[in-house]
């Protein structure tokens, strides 16, 4: 089942699409407030976020740019709903990366299909990301090497999952850092550097000659696709 994000200030209306929502069969979560709108979103993973613009707290397409923002969600479709229905509105909001831009008042059947429409033409991403020996589920935040399960920190874990979901690409230390910690933070380039010696520690069969996270004189770190077996032990 589909789980669908709700960040709408109107009581009436919130209650009004929770009941539609779930009649169709969807799972519905979500807020009547912007304050913790984007946490909400990375912890519930939902599979698209209808968001309005004009919350009491905080404004929608700050949010919506956040959401853009920030590596776990930035893949996740958003719908705005709002009252704002001048063209200039509609063309920020979509050039911000809304996926919609629905206008209230508006017919609860037509946001449903519109929903259908976006998950029509959605891809699961693989659950399972796999290279040689190392396995990472995505599901349950685990990642094995051989038949040995890895202790990783969450910040480890982000950090291999996105270069293992890219494999073959080279990123600079400044992309891995907007990416993976977002750019409301407080590390330098250096971080990057600590977090994939760690990584090679606990991946690799000899972290001075690495198999899977390769080095990339003067530019950054990039996922080896095709690595060889090792032994661990």
């Known amino acids: 089942m589909k789980k669908i994000v709700l960040i709408e200030d109107d009581a009436d209306l919130y209650a009004l699409l929770k009941y539609n929502l779930e009649k169709e069969g969807f799972i519905m979560v979500g807020a009547q407030t912007g304050k913790g709108a984007i946490e909400l979103c990375r912890r519930e993973r939902p599979d698209l976020i209808l968001l309005d613009i004009m919350l009491p707290d905080s404004d929608g397409l700050d949010i919506c740019k956040g959401i853009r923002q920030h590596p776990e969600l930035a893949h996740i479709p958003v719908i705005f709903l709002t009252a704002r229905a001048s063209e200039t509105d509609r063309i920020v909001g979509l050039e911000l990366g809304a996926n919609d831009y629905i206008v209230k008042p508006f017919f609860v059947r037509e946001l449903i299909a519109r929903i259908k429409i976006h998950f029509r033409g959605q891809s699961a991403p693989n659950r399972m990301l796999k290279a040689g020996p190392l396995e990472l589920d995505r599901t349950s935040c685990r990642v094995r090497l051989v038949d040995q399960e890895l202790a990783l920190t969450a910040t480890e874990f982000r950090l291999l999952e996105f270069l293992m979901s890219r494999p073959g690409i080279v990123f600079s230390r400044e992309q891995l850092l907007d990416s993976v910690w977002g750019h409301d933070r407080a590390v330098t380039d250096r971080t990057v550097d600590v977090y994939i010696l760690r990584l090679r520690q606990k991946i690799e069969n000899d972290p001075a ?17 095709a690595p060889v077996a090792v032994a661990v032990g």
């Open 209 to 225: 000659n690495p198999m899977f996270i390769r080095s990339v004189r003067g530019f950054g770190y990039s996922f080896n696709e």
